[in-house]
């Protein structure tokens, strides 16, 4: 496995040059571990690729959006164009061809790269704040804002290690993006706290659907030693501005909180 330049320019010339072309004609999202070198683009996009985030952008309003047709265009470049690398008969030549060939596209390819891992959170794969209130902010909002915050948490990175804290919030990610429906939104707000978005929906039945995922939560740890339970706030947006909604979940998750935790708590209005 390739994990330096340097690495791969120095043996075997054919051999090189025919893998760099491959690499730089694969897709944007197909990342190689060749170019994967750190453990945070590892996490990201060999569990979830371009594809996927694209589509999440597009179907939230983000098509016309400078930094999203940047991801665009280059995805269309690496798909469409092929980078030829030719071996050289001179050392120093050889060296310069493939390293200025290699270095320009990974130059553009991080750029533009970092403009995704920037808007997502790379444990739970879920959008993250930054995210989140920009799609708050393309939209009419019209339907019901919940905040879920994990239990506890601090108690299960105390006394079984950060690594534990991050396979909670990672099983918690994969529950709740399995638990929302197309054109719901759900984001890692910061810390142990998730922020969810689920537009044309009555309090009532809001209430019901988180009733039923603070269930699941409760039965399905991820760490047999410790329970993992989620407490949930939820307040109706309706003609509020989405910072007088927010104010009022952080209120109705306050009440959950103050009344024993692993519950729902609805803010009825504003």
């Known amino acids: 496995m390739i994990y330096r330049i340097g690495q791969l320019l120095y043996e075997d010339l054919q051999k090189q040059a025919d893998l760099i072309q491959q690499v730089m004609t694969s897709h944007v999202g197909c990342l190689s571990e060749s170019i994967a070198s750190t453990r945070r683009l590892k996490a990201c996009f060999l569990n979830r690729d371009y594809e996927c985030w694209a589509d999440d952008l597009r179907q939230h309003g983000f098509s016309d959006d400078q930094e999203f ?11 469409n164009e092929t980078f030829v690398v030719h071996p050289c008969t001179v050392p120093h030549e050889r060296f310069l061809t ?11 390819f991080h750029s533009n ?7 997502s959170d790379y444990l739970t794969q879920l959008p993250n704040r930054k995210l989140f209130e920009m799609m708050m902010d393309k939209r009419r909002l019209n339907g019901v804002l919940a905040m879920a915050d994990i239990d506890r948490f601090k108690r299960i990175n ?6 534990a804290g991050d396979d909670v919030l990672s099983f918690l990610g994969q529950t709740f993006r399995k638990a929302v429906r197309k ?9 142990e706290e998730f922020l969810f978005y689920l537009p044309d929906i009555t309090l009532d039945d809001a209430e019901i ?5 603070r269930q699941e939560v409760a039965v399905s ?11 949930f706030g939820l307040a109706e ?28 708590a609805v803010l009825s209005s504003l």
């Open 69 to 79: 047709m940047r991801l665009e265009s280059l995805r269309d470049l690496l798909a």
């Open 98 to 108: 493939l390293h200025q060939e290699f270095y320009d596209i990974l130059q553009r």
């Open 113 to 119: 790269i970092h403009l995704v891992l920037n808007l």
């Open 158 to 163: 105390d006394g079984f290690g950060h690594p």
């Open 183 to 191: 054109g719901d939104v759900v984001a890692r707000y910061g810390g």
């Open 209 to 213: 659907v988180f009733e039923k995922l």
């Open 221 to 231: 740890s991820p760490l047999t030693a410790f329970p993992i339970t989620c407490s």
């Open 237 to 264: 947006v309706q003609n509020n501005s989405f910072e007088q909604t927010i104010a009022g979940v952080d209120k109705a998750l306050y009440v959950a909180k103050k009344g024993g935790r692993n519950r729902v």
